[in-house]
């Protein structure tokens, strides 16, 4: 069973920083993708951004140049670094991987949630 534990939410005031992690742990043959998705209130769940095996990363346009994705491929673990804070990027945080499964009971490519973690950012 893969798992997705998430942390590093919080609150803090506009302008802040923080700093999220998620770390996958199971049993699996290798990560193809991680990424960050967000939902807020009221609001569809959106990508925040993603990066890839490779090192290739995807941002939103409302965080493109605040936040930085990266991950350390030998820790199975996935960072959002989130500058220069605003009140609308308040949501709840949810870490997504996409994970190669070769076993003898189960074999392809399957998508993985957190549980998420929430973020508030004062005004």
């Known amino acids: 069973q893969v798992q997705l534990v998430e942390s590093g939410g919080g609150l803090v005031q506009a302008g802040g920083s923080l700093r999220l992690s998620c770390t996958a742990s199971?049993?699996?043959?290798?990560?193809?993708?991680m990424a960050w998705y967000r939902q807020a209130p009221g609001n569809q769940r959106e990508l925040v951004a993603a990066i890839t095996s490779g090192g290739s990363t995807n941002y939103a346009d409302s965080v493109k140049g605040r936040f930085t994705i990266s991950r350390d491929n030998a820790k199975n673990t996935v960072y959002l670094q989130m500058n220069s804070l605003k009140p609308e990027d308040t949501a709840v945080y949810y870490c997504?991987?996409?994970?190669?499964?070769?076993?003898?009971?189960?074999?392809?490519?399957?998508?993985?949630w957190g549980q998420g973690t929430q973020v508030t950012v004062s005004s």
């Open positions: 997504n991987a996409r994970i190669k499964i070769e076993s003898w009971v189960q074999n392809g490519l399957y998508e993985y």
């Open positions: 199971g049993s699996f043959s290798s990560i193809i993708a």
